[in-house]
């Protein structure tokens, strides 16, 4: 599988504007090479470098399988949300407390069209029992 995004390069800078120190929209995200048999998607993006362990920024599931490709700010049709470690469902961009951080997008490729999902553990609990594949963007980011 293959993930990548027109806004940075996986190890590269994420621009302010996905964070909280820009507009805190999400960045554009595409892929391709999925594995035969992916029926939706789902998306995390995760700060493991966050001073209490990994920081959930975004979580979503039934991606429909025939899309490949997120746009700036916005989910396609039947995407749902789970509420992250903010405390809401929307994207949360990076808003690093100290020093620079990384921030993993990892989109997962899933043998169903729907997942029944209650809250971020459920999440990756039924992701897991799904997930044909998986790939990472990583990106990085210093308050200035």
Known sequence: MIL???NFEDGGSIPSEFTCDGRDISPQLSWGDTP???????????DPDAPGGTFIHWLVYDIPGNVGELGQGSLPDGAKQVR???GRREYGGPCPPSGTHRYVFTLYALDTE???VANKDDF???VKQHALGKVELMGLYKRK
């Open 84 to 86: 992250n470690d903010f």
């Open 4 to 6: 990548k995004s027109k």
């Open 114 to 116: 729907h997942l029944e």
């Open 124 to 126: 990756f609990e039924k």
């Open 36 to 46: 035969d048999g992916a029926r939706s998607f789902a998306l995390s993006v995760a």
